[in-house]
DNA sequence: CATACGTGGAG
DNA sequence: TCTCCAAGTAT
């Protein structure tokens, strides 16, 4: 969980999550849906499907934990710096870990003004951590270099005069030789990749109680949730119904996209299956990820369903699209991603 | 190998 | 609003 993502940020997916699944065996024997619902809105979805995998394969494999960073680095979500984080920390192997942190601390200590990102310069660093890492202590030297890294030595406004190896540093000994360096001049900043522009639009549908069909209360109605494919961007996950546009369109193009969609994967149709009690622009939003930015429309359909459409109630396999609808209950109390919740969000405001 | 893969906090 | 980047990995 902590992969690229802040330690604030995990706490409660993790007390969460082990809650739920208090060891390997109890998460070998989850399901990937389970899975990714206790994972929705952390981000880097695969994480949670290498480790579900990871703990099947574990299991399966009936050798117990692996230990040592070599046997820990073929287990999937496994890298270098997990592997060596757990071998250290957990099994107390001498070996060194390089994250973020790592990398900012030993560009500082060691002037080493290279680009962090490029292979050989990773090596660098790899070397480095080896070379410094306390054979007695590994575990506890790995947490205090990342600790380091993230409470004084941090990307901005580092506190050398309370830095423990500030007489040691190169780039602070540089930056007071020459005032044009900076600490924060170290690492070197990597060139970072252009996002692209995606637009998109999104309708909720909400499918209101018939009399006829539910009993009483008309306010009782449901939502129509789209599994999302197994690869790619948010694998997996359910949302909205949406459709992508492939540049800006104006409302009109959307919905008739929109429509041409829900006529094709729900046979949602206002002239045969449904009759639409409200249809309305509800907004927009950008969605930014870390490689695209992602324009969202946003409208909201509530219809009302003809026949006897009872089936759609649970969950089947549309044309190349796996669907289900849930009620007002289930969709707040559900795992959405960061996107699909704003949309919600937006919806519930009309 | 360069790139895909989320999200949110801070400045 | 924009930039930066966080306990990175797989392909």
């Known amino acids: 969980m902590l992969q690229q993502t802040r330690v604030q940020t995990v706490i409660d997916y993790y007390n969460r999550w082990m809650l739920k699944w208090p060891t390997l065996h109890h998460l070998a024997q989850a399901s990937l849906e389970e899975v990714n619902e206790m994972w929705a809105g952390l981000g880097y979805y695969r994480r949670a499907r290498f480790l579900l995998e990871g703990a099947r394969m574990i299991v399966a494999g009936g050798d117990g934990f692996p230990k040592i960073v070599s046997s820990l680095l073929k287990v999937p979500g496994i890298g270098d710096y997990t592997a060596g984080a757990i ?29 962090p990102k490029d292979k050989v310069t990773v090596k660098k660093f790899w070397k480095l951590a080896a070379q410094l890492v306390d054979p007695h202590r590994p575990g506890d030297f790995n947490q205090s270099l990342m600790e380091l890294g993230a409470t004084l030595c941090t990307p901005l406004n580092p506190s050398c005069s309370s830095c423990p190896v500030s007489g040691e540093c190169r780039a602070l000994a540089i930056s007071k030789l020459d005032k ?18 995606e637009f998109s639009a999104v309708c909720v549908v909400e499918i209101s109680g018939r009399q006829d069909l539910i009993e009483g209360d008309q306010s009782n109605s449901v939502f129509l949730l789209v599994k999302r494919p197994d690869e790619g961007l948010l694998a997996g996950l359910w949302e909205f119904p949406s459709v992508m546009l492939g540049k800006e369109a104006a409302l009109t193009r959307r919905r008739k996209e929109m429509n041409c969609f829900l006529k094709k994967s729900f046979r949602l149709d206002p002239q045969r299956t ?38 759609l109630f649970s969950m089947r396999d549309g044309e190349n699209t796996t669907w289900k609808c849930v009620d007002r209950e289930a969709l707040s109390s559900l795992g959405l991603t960061s996107g699909v919740r704003k949309v919600y969000t937006m919806v519930q405001k009309v």
Do not use: W
Not at 87 to 104: L, Q
């Open 274 to 311: 449904c009759s639409i009690l409200l249809r309305e622009d509800v907004g927009e939003f950008t969605h930014i990820f870390s490689h695209i930015r992602l324009k969202v429309y946003v409208e909201l359909l509530i219809v009302h369903l003809k026949d006897d459409m009872s089936d």
């Open 180 to 197: 044009l360096v900076l600490i924060t001049d170290y690492p070197a900043k990597s060139i970072k990749l252009k996002q692209r522009h």
């Open 87 to 115: 071998a250290s920390i957990a099994f107390k192997e001498v070996v060194p870990v390089v994250d973020g942190n790592v990398i900012r601390v030993l560009a500082r200590l060691k002037a080493i003004s290279a680009n």
